[in-house]
């Protein structure tokens, strides 16, 4: 079973999923403000305490995360995912059904990746097999910060690539061949029963705010947090105000049920 980290409360269970190279440790100062709430973070294969595994693809990940929901006897979420988490969250929404309360969509989207950006994922993997996990690391990890932020955020961009580096590259390419295969999921986000939260930087590099933009258009109900001059993170650039809309997201979340 994956790692992950559950704290109880007498509201909604909520569930961050975090993104590539990255682990559950990301949400912690995070999650705090969520009082009351049951919080689970989870570590996807691969990072933070998980195991990896070959064949690794964006359902067979949907189906351990939610191994671990029920696990845990949890019933009811929300489900916080973070670019590759949220491709995650989309997945397990075939899987809890009317289980699944929200979906915020963190930096992320449902479309298919472009023939470029596949293009750059197989080069990201050659890389990494030619140069190991920490080359790749020390030029991924400064692109998801909005140039005028990198500065400001030199300690934690330092600190995000220590962490990362130490991947061993077999996760760190199982991971990234799964978001290069991952199909179209825009149909489940036409499908969705519960509310759809959108979060989108305007100088977000890997998930471009125009390319993933129209997803807004797809659900029946949807929330949108636009982030001026913020880029892959905005849980930590934009810190205060991702909190404050995700938490009025969670509370009509639970309106809507009542």
């Excluded at 909005?146 to 934690?156: H, T, V």
């Amino acid at each position: 079973m994956l790692n992950h980290q559950i704290t109880r409360g007498d509201k909604t269970c909520l569930v961050f999923i975090h993104g590539y190279c990255e682990d559950l440790s990301m949400w912690e100062d995070f999650c705090k403000v969520f009082t009351g709430h049951t919080i689970l973070k989870v570590d996807l294969p691969g990072f933070g305490q998980s195991p990896t595994y070959d064949d690794m693809t964006i359902a067979n990940i949907a189906l351990e995360v939610t191994r671990v929901i029920v696990h845990n006897k949890i019933t009811e979420v929300i489900l916080i995912g973070h670019s590759m988490g949220g491709y995650v969250a989309l997945e397990m929404s075939r899987l809890l059904g009317d289980q699944l309360k929200g979906l915020c969509m963190f930096h992320s989207h449902p479309f298919e990746d472009l023939p470029e950006t596949k293009m750059k994922r197989d080069k990201a993997i050659s890389f990494v097999e030619s140069k190991g996990s920490a080359a790749l690391m020390e030029v991924l990890i400064p692109t998801f910060f909005a140039p005028a932020l990198k500065e400001k955020k030199e300690d934690l961009i330092q600190k995000m690539i220590t962490s990362a580096s130490k991947l061993s590259p077999r996760a760190v390419n199982n991971a990234m061949a799964a978001m290069r295969d991952k199909p179209n999921q825009q149909i489940l986000v036409e499908d969705l029963a519960c509310p759809y939260h959108v979060i989108l930087g305007d100088e977000d590099i890997p998930t471009p705010f125009d390319f993933c933009l129209p997803q807004i258009n797809l659900a029946c109900t949807t929330k949108l947090t636009l982030l001026p001059g913020v880029g892959h993170m905005g849980m930590f650039t934009a810190k205060e105000k991702t909190q404050a809309d995700i938490q009025e997201f969670v509370d009509y979340c639970a309106n809507k049920r009542g």
